[in-house]
């Protein structure tokens, strides 16, 4: 259990708290690189509590500011954006991406102004379909983006989805690296004796107490979810934390193929926007999902979430349609006769119903944790430490200037004979993938 205070320190995300100042250190996601175009509409955005303004100029290049112009603070969202830059609808002050001042359409005597007064832009690149900015101390010097496999190069080639979730982002992080509710949650209603025994997922559904393998990296922390398999084998199903809100989930298929990503990115206290990045699926990889035996796919598990229309409000985005103004559109009797165990359809919005249910922001004092939370338990304090090791000594995690080390970071599951370490049985399957570092090698 963690203390109130801990609580507090581990959701909070403002400038000035103790995990907002340790986030600001790290490369964030803030929206899909095709959200903005070259001379068309400032974007609102709110990013660990600040508001922001986004556009594109006329060569393509991104700049993200703080939405207030620096003459008066009048909101650079009405501006114009135009021949380079983007011009504050009050007086007419115009920036460029990085900041600068290009022109003071309003002073008499510019010679006073010679160098304009810049906005507040941060560092700002694009990679994977996403475009991120840096909002830590090093502005003139930052880090590389991580090396996760979802993330690098161009954005055509993988599936990516942003989803709001009107919760912290801690409670919403912490559901991809507590790997039991799976056989509830979202398999809960599926017979494990009808299904084809060819995907591996379906130990997940057959065996509902897995034992929990825990260990720390240099980029994080890792588990693998044990569970019996056919005779003479088990079954580990793999997940990775990377500072400072990565995942690599396992929702992707087999080790060493699957190359999936979730950012939670905390918009503020109370909520949360998903980065869902898959690489996997969307260059043929991964499975096609779980089956009966009879071929027919099991239902209820469909992860496309329906959107609300894009609104210019700061949590106008990516908003689904169902939430909890309509119970996320529970189906009672569809949850009665055991075919869900929930009543409502799809992963992400299971997820979402059960996140959102805790509260903005969960009292943590409150919880009663068990053996299946180590996982959970692990990364808090991981988080913690790391974030007071950067207040009291402004020392970060290694993996800050070490980006290479995510290259060992990948979700996936695999059969392996019993009695097989886990971490051996990891690093022999992900020997195989490229640009793989393993992460015993990672960690010295």
């Not at 340790?22 to 903005?36: A, G, H, I, K, N």
């Not at 044990?226 to 396992?250: I, K, N, S």
């Amino acid at each position: 259990m963690i203390t109130a205070e801990e609580n507090v320190d581990l959701c909070a995300v403002g400038r000035g708290t103790l995990m907002g100042d340790f986030f600001r250190q790290f490369w964030t996601p803030v929206c899909l690189s095709s959200e903005l175009k070259a001379d068309g509409d400032p974007m609102r955005l709110m990013i660990l509590g600040e508001k922001l303004v986004a556009f594109r100029d006329t060569e393509g290049r991104v700049g993200v500011f703080d939405h207030r112009c620096p003459h008066r603070c009048a909101s650079l969202f009405f501006g114009r954006n135009e021949l380079g830059g983007i011009r504050c609808a009050y007086h007419g002050w115009k920036f460029d991406v990085e900041g600068k001042c290009l022109d003071q359409p309003n002073l008499e005597d510019k010679s006073k102004y010679p160098a304009g007064t810049p906005a507040y832009a941060y560092k700002v690149r694009e990679s994977g379909g996403l475009v991120f900015a840096y909002f830590g101390e090093r502005q003139d010097n930052p880090p590389e983006l991580p090396e996760i496999d979802a993330i690098m190069g161009e954005g055509d080639d993988r599936n990516i989805a942003l989803t709001h979730r009107d919760c912290n982002y801690m409670q919403a992080l912490e559901g991809d690296v507590d790997t039991s509710h799976l056989g509830f949650l979202h398999m809960g209603g599926i017979d494990g004796e009808k299904l084809d025994l060819d995907d591996p997922e379906v130990f997940t559904v057959t065996e509902k107490a897995p034992k929990i393998n825990v260990t720390t990296t240099n980029f994080g922390t890792m588990y693998s979810a044990q569970r019996d398999a056919m005779e003479g084998h088990e079954h580990q199903r793999y997940a990775c934390y990377l500072f400072p809100f990565w995942v690599t989930y396992p929702g992707g298929g087999d080790l060493g193929e699957a190359k999936t990503v979730n950012a939670w990115v905390p918009i503020d206290d109370d909520s949360t926007m998903i980065f869902n990045i898959d690489l996997s699926r969307a260059t043929g990889g991964g499975r096609k999902g779980l089956k009966y035996k009879d071929g027919q796919p099991v239902g209820g598990l469909a992860r496309p979430v329906e959107y609300l229309p894009t609104t210019t409000d700061w949590k106008g985005r990516w908003r689904p349609v169902k939430d909890v103004t309509n119970d996320y559109g529970i189906d009672r009797e569809w949850q009665r006769n055991g075919d869900s165990y929930t009543g409502i359809v799809g992963v992400p919005l299971q997820d979402q119903a059960i996140q959102e249910s805790m509260g903005h922001v969960v009292d943590r004092t409150m919880e009663h944790l068990a053996a299946s939370d180590r996982m959970v338990i692990l990364t808090r304090r991981v988080m913690l430490d790391a974030a007071q090791d950067w207040r009291d000594n402004k020392v970060l995690p290694d993996f800050v200037d070490h980006p290479e080390y995510a290259r060992a970071a990948r979700g996936g599951d695999i059969v392996l004979p019993k009695g097989t370490d886990w971490l051996d049985g990891y690093e022999e399957q992900m020997a195989k993938a490229k640009g793989y570092v393993a992460p015993k090698d990672a960690a010295e």
